[in-house]
């Protein structure tokens, strides 16, 4: 049978289900989740397979409105995301329905030449009247090739999609091998699942600003990896929330990190965090650069 192999552009504003659709497509965990607004930050590529054809998913930032600097790239991350594209698909939260941020998505996107399918998300939660209304309205702004309604957390919809984007993927070979499910590094993929599990334990205590270096990624000679990571938070009180009443919450912090890279990873796993303090992380080069973005003035 002849191969097919094509990317395929996943976008949305923030929060609407793109990094959970992305690991339901692939079929295993390659993006972070969390409740917290913009957790995804750079651009991630998941590779899933249907019969004989290989598709390249590319899991972006959330767009919205940028104010700082870190916001500026993560946004230009999103957008950078889509050059290149056979198709983008836009992911959109049925239950909050559109606001405002998305309006320059759609203008956005209405300039642009490639195929675009429309998915609406969280369809499981959200009044069949609403979501009806809402598919008309964008139907009529987006003018997409197909609208698909789904749950990507419960995995309804998941499949119809996933045979949908293969039959549209161009004819070639294949660009991975096929037991590799993500183009992030281990390096990087480590720092993501710290801070995967920052956000979550500390959702609502610990502000946005805080990034996951990694200084040392060891491979041992027993076939287990030493992995060293230093937390970065704005201000003392940052750090003291993350170290938590005599660094119990770091310790678990840790350990829920270490289990979840182990069986990543499929190796043993020696985890070494430490929390600093350091106001200006949003302002280093380099910082931006081991993170994946690129640095926007």
Request: proline share 4%; charged share 30%.
């Amino acid at each position: 049978m002849t191969k097919r192999c094509g990317l395929v552009a996943v976008v949305g504003a923030p929060n609407a289900g793109k990094s959970t659709l992305v690991n339901a497509l692939v079929g295993q965990k390659v993006a972070i989740v969390s409740p917290k607004a913009q957790t995804t930050r750079t651009r991630l590529m998941g590779v899933a397979i249907e019969g004989e054809t290989q598709i390249l998913l590319v899991d972006t930032p959330g767009i919205f409105e940028p104010k700082r600097r870190l916001d500026r790239a993560m946004v230009a991350a999103a957008w950078g995301g889509t050059q290149d594209a056979d198709l983008i698909a836009l992911v959109v939260d049925a239950q909050a329905g559109m606001k405002h941020r998305h309006e320059a998505i759609l203008e956005n996107l209405g300039a642009r030449p490639e195929p675009k399918l429309l998915i609406l998300n969280k369809v499981d939660v959200t009044p069949k009247e609403k979501l009806l209304t809402l598919a008309h309205s964008l139907h009529e702004t987006l003018k997409p090739e197909a609208i698909f309604m789904i749950s990507a957390t419960t995995g309804d919809g998941v499949a119809d999609i996933k045979a949908d984007l293969a039959a549209r993927m161009p004819e070639g070979p294949w660009h991975f091998p096929e037991d590799q499910v993500s183009d992030a590094t281990d390096r990087m993929l480590a720092a993501e699942v710290t801070r995967e599990q920052l956000y979550l334990q500390l959702h609502n205590e610990l502000p946005y600003a805080s990034a996951i270096e990694t200084e040392k990624y060891e491979e041992r000679k027993d076939g287990s990896v030493a992995i060293h990571q230093q937390i970065l938070v704005a201000r003392p009180t940052q750090r003291a929330i993350v170290l938590g009443k005599g660094g119990a919450r770091i310790r678990q912090i840790g350990e829920r990190a270490r289990d979840e890279l182990a069986k990543l990873l499929d190796r043993k796993v020696h985890l070494f965090l430490h929390v600093k303090v350091n106001e200006k992380w949003e302002d280093d080069r380099g910082l931006y650069r081991e993170i994946g973005l690129d640095w926007v003035d």
